[in-house]
T-cell receptor
Framework: DAKTTQPPSMDCAEGRAANLPCNHSTISGNEYVYWYRQIHSQGPQYIIHGLKNNETNEMASLIITEDRKSSTLILPHATLRDTAVYYCIVRVGAGNTGKLIFGQGTTLQVKP | DAGVIQSPRHEVTEMGQEVTLRCKPISGHNSLFWYRQTMMRGLELLIYFNNNVPIDDSGMPEDRFSAKMPNASFSTLKIQPSEPRDSAVYFC?????????????FGPGTRLTVL
């Protein structure tokens, strides 16, 4: 299974962009990159996913390098409510039965 | 939409007792996942079902753990007998084959404490 590497923690000033990096150098050609976050002790929440192209939705943007060995999640205007653990995951398997193998994630602290 | 529903939200039991955790997936979803989260091991996938059939139970720690999905709207995770090292937060998640993102929707979790 493709592994991901993330920094254990990051800080970001409120209102600034938060850029969270992730390395997935062993990713296979048909494996998707997913990002989830977990606020305090709630269940994880889906943010965004991508295969090759950059993606954007109402929550965030995902930038994937051309060789697909790394990606960056961008929260354009971080708020205090974005303080959470962010997980970068390479989904194993296809479709809705694909497995999410969670790593340790990055704890993002948004500061006033 | 009520989201994924888990019960109980908190469970405190004594070592050796049987524990049953319950999950109701989002209506229309056809895949269901059970996870366990601890400080030491993080979030681990225990087992998942597709169309009520167990697909992969390789994450189930040992024979004391069992999971069932008798119908599309209900699943249980049972621990018998429970041990203190089973203390964790157990999450249930569901997803649908009809969503392009295949995102998993997580429930609020059950916090289990085994004394």
């Amino acid at each position: 299974d493709a592994k991901t590497t993330q920094p254990p923690s990051m800080d970001c000033a409120e209102g600034r962009a938060a850029n969270l990096p992730c390395n997935h150098s062993t990713i296979s050609g048909n494996e998707y990159v997913y990002w989830y976050r977990q606020i305090h002790s709630q269940g994880p929440q889906y943010i965004i996913h991508g295969l090759k192209n950059n993606e954007t939705n109402e929550m965030a943007s995902l930038i994937i390098t051309e060789d697909r060995k790394s990606s960056t999640l961008i929260l354009p205007h971080a708020t205090l409510r974005d303080t959470a653990v962010y997980y970068c995951i390479v989904r194993v398997g296809a479709g809705n039965t694909g497995k999410l193998i969670f790593g340790q994630g990055t704890t993002l602290q948004v500061k006033p | 939409d009520a989201g994924v529903i888990q019960s109980p939200r908190h469970e405190v039991t004594e070592m050796g007792q049987e524990v049953t955790l319950r999950c109701k997936p989002i209506s229309g979803h056809n895949s269901l996942f059970w996870y366990r989260q601890t400080m030491m091991r993080g979030l681990e996938l225990l087992i998942y079902f597709n169309n009520n059939v167990p697909i992969d139970d390789s994450g189930m720690p040992e024979d004391r753990f069992s999971a069932k999905m008798p119908n599309a709207s209900f699943s249980t995770l049972k621990i018998q007998p429970s041990e203190p090292r089973d203390s964790a937060v157990y999450f249930c998640a569901s997803t649908s084959q009809w969503t392009s993102s295949h995102e998993q929707f997580f429930g609020p979790g059950t916090r289990l404490t085994v004394l």
